[in-house]
């Protein structure tokens, strides 16, 4: 029997309803997301804007593109509790492409770079983010940690941009007493009742003691006007295509930049959401938070928007308001719409210096403390790689340095693994040697297996037992090969056993010529391979 009208709004119920997360919401639940969707909000403002002022495009491009990323992200993305919009890590690729050819080829190329995330997105590409290794995670954070602190730094500065200097001494005195302030706030607030997030809280109270007392610091209005409309649909205007010529130039301006913001952008939105997730205890969720951050972008270069990703600085401020659902992100996305609707004059009146107290408060929960701790009880290598990893965030962009982190930690890892190829040597008969492989066997390897051997003193008789190891690649077979070559030229027999299914196709693809017996009849996946006279290194 199909439900009926009445059932469907009885589960609609708003004292009772149950998202696509099977979250319950509930009055209190519902004014803790909104809560912390305005904190958020508030704190979206300064970024987007400063953000904009970095990519030399008007504020409203930034703001625009935190309203569509974040409120699409949060409607479909992968993980409840992240805000997604303009980045810094996008608007320091784009300043070349908008210096040399204008915004609006900007706009192309956040469409294609939504495009290119979407697909990435539908072939999964997003669960290679597995591939990260932890001590690459915590040189992550730690560098954001600190690239958020010194994005902050030029609040304390004043003049036009790319000429600032630092206050004087009582501006500068009056900024640093009013972000302490708002950080005491922050951290007491908790202890004292939790009805209201926090880093709100902070804004609150130092905004009303700044505007009460008529306190001369910066504001957010200082930076430039929030104010505008309702962003509209509007297609790129570039030169007229006349031949495949025009598409062909137009994809060498774009297609590079495209690329670069797409790669940052998904690996800076899957780091945050696997952050994210182990803050609220949620795992998966990488290819539908690919092919949300694309249909944002794709969306957001046809509206004018700058492009984004998900942002981990106001996503700890969402988690740490207590936001766990995607009403938070769409009630951010949302207020920041009203902010430029309808309120920017009361918004730009907010002091910098409590959103930048917010902000250090973020860059004190984010930066990993722990790994200072342990980096005297972790292999060097891990230790090593959390501080490339810290300064290459610093120095380029997240994606450089997580990039850079994994192969640095991918040839460790081959290096220790290749030098750790070792067999136990059993002889049940004099006529019978047993060589049981301990590792896996692939290039890094090779020289290692190869020194196990002994085929000039070996009996008639050896078998390679693969039981604890696996053959990886072309150049194990190869070794294989060729190891087979010196027993056959002296006459000898190799056997090969516990080849696992994998394995076996492997030999099979190399054109190996491999034949099965029922010699280990115990395992399902394993089989026992003869390399006689012939069958094995034909070629020799």
Known sequence: MKPTLSAFAKNLSFTKWRNPDFTTFTPVRI????????????????????????AHVNPLVGLYAAFIVGLITAVFGGRPGMISGATGA?????????LRHGVEYLFATVILMGIMQIFAGVLHLGKFIRLVPHSVMLGFVNGLAI????????????GPEGA???MDMVPLITMVGLVGLTMSIIWVMPKITNVIPAPL??????????????????????????KGGLPTFHIPDLPAFTSLADVKDLLVIILPYAFILGSIGLIESLLTLNLVGEMTGKRGGASRECVAQGIANTVTGFFGGMGGCAMIGQSMINVKSGGRTRLSGISAALFLLAF??????????????????????VVIGTFAWRSLMIMRKIPLTDALVIILVTAVTVMTDLATAVVVGVIVSALAFAWSTATKTMSVIEEPDEDTKIYKLEGPLFFGSIESFVDLFDPENDPDRVIIDFMNSRVVDQSALQAIEDLAFKYKSRGKDLQLRHLAKDCHQLLKRAGQLIKDTDADPDYQIAVDYSVKTGILGGGH
């Open 31 to 54: 004014k803790i997301e909104v809560l912390a969707g305005l904190t958020v909000a508030l704190a979206l403002v300064p970024e987007a804007v400063a953000f904009s002022i970095v």
């Open 164 to 166: 600032k200097v630092w």
């Open 201 to 226: 809280a902070g804004i609150g109270i130092v905004a009303a003691i700044v505007l009460g007392f008529g306190i001369d610091v910066p504001d957010v209005g200082s930076m430039a006007s929030i």
């Open 340 to 361: 430029i609707l309808v309120g920017s004059g009361i918004i730009e009146r907010i002091p910098l210096a409590a959103l930048v107290g917010v902000m250090f408060m």
């Open 90 to 98: 996008l608007a320091v690729v784009m300043v070349e492409l908008v």
């Open 147 to 158: 690239v958020i602190l010194l994005s902050q730094l030029d609040m304390f500065k004043t």
